[in-house]
């Protein structure tokens, strides 16, 4: 019987998700939240790390909304804050409104880094142009990419509201195909998102690497190209 090795395709772009695949979101908002919680002098109304807690489930449910284009973006400022606000019996809208500026304002200074994510893109800068493809906030995110001092890793930035559609939408990667000058085969997107990036790239027929250090199990009648758990083992698929 024959064995048929499949040769490993050679790309001739990568494209990158940021939040929880380059820069930890998660570390960088819960440093940013509890300075602001602390600042306000929130803790005589709860302990932080249950507010957090709430925070997070609550956010992650409304990106999830805002990615199905279900709600706006300024619902979602306003709604992380206000759930968690009041669950500890604070209903006040200015308060809410002074927390989420204290948070944003200081969110994107923050430069903590997935492990071995400046390695990699050091690795991946030097063989292929890199793409940037984020639904986070433009504003936001360059300030990210910025104080973390890791833009000059990119060649092209592509934020779902410069491209006028949010991942999984397949427009949001003909964008940035677009800007590269490539075909679909030449690209493959790497993120920790299986709903926005990996079924993402697979509606757009780019090749898929799923980030997923925390083995999350996926439901999914399409498995991805790659999967790995940390950064570094990419250094052995591209
Ligand atoms: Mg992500």
Redesign the pocket.
């Known amino acids: 019987m024959e064995h048929f090795h499949q040769k490993r395709k050679s790309y001739k772009c990568v494209f990158l ?5 380059i820069w930890d ?1 998660h570390t960088n908002a819960k440093i940013s939240l509890k300075e602001a919680f602390d600042d306000m002098g929130l803790g005589r109304f709860a302990d932080f790390d249950v507010f957090f807690a709430r925070y997070a489930k609550k956010n992650t449910e409304l990106w999830e909304l805002y990615e199905k284009n279900e709600i706006t973006k300024d619902y979602l400022m306003k709604e992380r804050f206000r759930y968690p606000l009041e669950k500890i019996g604070i209903e006040d809208d200015s308060l809410r409104k002074e927390l989420g500026d204290a948070y944003l304002r200081l969110l994107p200074t923050r430069t903590t880094l997935m492990p071995h994510a400046r390695e990699l893109l050091t690795y991946l800068s030097e063989k292929y142009p890199l793409t940037i493809v984020s639904n986070g906030f433009v504003d936001v995110q360059y300030k990210k990419l910025n104080h973390s001092g890791i833009s000059h890793f990119f060649t092209h930035f592509v934020f779902s509201e410069d491209a006028g559609a949010l991942k999984p939408d397949k427009k949001i990667f003909e964008y940035a195909l677009a800007l590269n000058k490539a075909r679909a085969e030449d690209a493959i997107m790497i ?3 299986f709903e ?2 990996i079924k993402g790239a697979m509606n757009a027929g780019i090749d898929q690497l799923f980030f997923n250090p925390a083995g999350k199990s996926i439901v999914s009648n399409h498995a991805p190209n790659y999967a790995v758990s940390s950064l570094k083992s990419i250094f052995e698929i591209l």
């Open positions: 998700d940021l939040d929880d695949t979101f993120g920790d998102n926005a990036d």
